[in-house]
């Protein structure tokens, strides 16, 4: 059984990730700053049987995920990088204060996760990361300037880690999904279209050639198998799930 670590468990892709790894058995540690939601899901998956703790943590904080890993087993098998926050705007409309919380997020939280991780993958004599990137970062999604950046960059990041690494047995992938249905996208579009909710997610469900958004469950399979010593000749790629959004692009 595997020690397991992802970040942003508690809801969306994240949870779809928790819940498939602890219902086969794996040791769960789930990291989110939702606090109410992540003892929720915690107390379900605990009376269930699993093993799974959930902690308290702000990945963009060293601190704050520091605290949270000495809770957590000198030996790691997986590290899922998985939480993120989105943003709507473009280079002219973004504000400096989005800009720097979105980095924050989606950049430093892959940063301080993964050199907090180390270690205790290297005392596993190493393991898997799997980090949550998007199609945004390959093609720069309209209207998502920020967005798009900090998705870039964790691509790079997961090459790095991959080159660096790859000696130590530590295998670095990274998934870009497109369109999936959870909780980011009803907020986004709760936020950015007051009142057109249904004929905007109709629109983006449209532009994946599939005709519909994913599922989490359709993510977290994924990365569980990335996870798996099934891949263990995978590393330094990225995998698109995003219903033929890019292969399928003209
Ligand atoms: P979600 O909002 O449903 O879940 C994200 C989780 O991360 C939440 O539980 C939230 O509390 C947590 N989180 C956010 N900031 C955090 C922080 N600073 N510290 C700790 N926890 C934090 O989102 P989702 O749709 O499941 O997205 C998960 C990942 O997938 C993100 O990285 C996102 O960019 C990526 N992604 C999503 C889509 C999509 O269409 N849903 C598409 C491409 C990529």
Do not use: W
Request: hydrophobic residues 45%; charged residues 20%; proline residues 4%.
């Amino acid at each position: 059984m595997k020690n397991v670590v992802i970040t942003g468990g508690a809801s969306g892709i994240g949870l779809a990730i928790t819940r498939l790894f602890a219902r086969n058995g794996h040791h769960v540690f789930f990291l989110d700053y939702n606090v109410a939601t992540g003892i929720e899901v915690e107390r379900e998956l605990m009376e269930s049987g699993h093993t799974v703790k959930f902690l308290e943590a702000d990945v963009s904080s060293m601190e704050s995920v520091a605290k949270a890993f000495a809770s957590i087993p000198p030996t790691l098998d997986v590290l899922v990088n998985n939480a993120g926050i989105s943003h709507i705007g473009n280079l002219e409309n973004t504000a400096e204060s989005d800009f720097e919380r979105l980095f924050q997020v989606n950049v430093k939280g892959v940063f301080t996760c993964s050199q907090l991780a180390l270690p205790k993958l290297k005392a596993n004599k190493g393991g898997a990361i799997i980090n949550m990137c998007s199609v945004a970062a390959t093609i720069g999604l309209p209207d998502r300037f920020a967005y798009s950046m900090t998705k870039g960059a964790v691509m790079s990041m997961t090459l790095s880690m991959a080159r660096d690494f790859v000696a130590d047995n530590i295998r670095c992938n990274c998934i870009s999904p497109g369109r999936v249905h959870t909780p980011f996208v009803d907020g986004f579009l709760a936020k950015n279209y007051p009142g057109q909710e249904k004929e905007m997610f109709a629109k983006l469900a449209a532009t994946q050639p599939i005709g519909r958004m994913g599922t989490p469950e359709e993510i977290a399979g994924m990365v569980y198998y990335l996870a798996s010593d099934q891949a263990s000749f995978i590393t330094g790629s990225n995998y698109n799930i995003d219903g033929g959004f890019m292969g399928l692009k003209m």
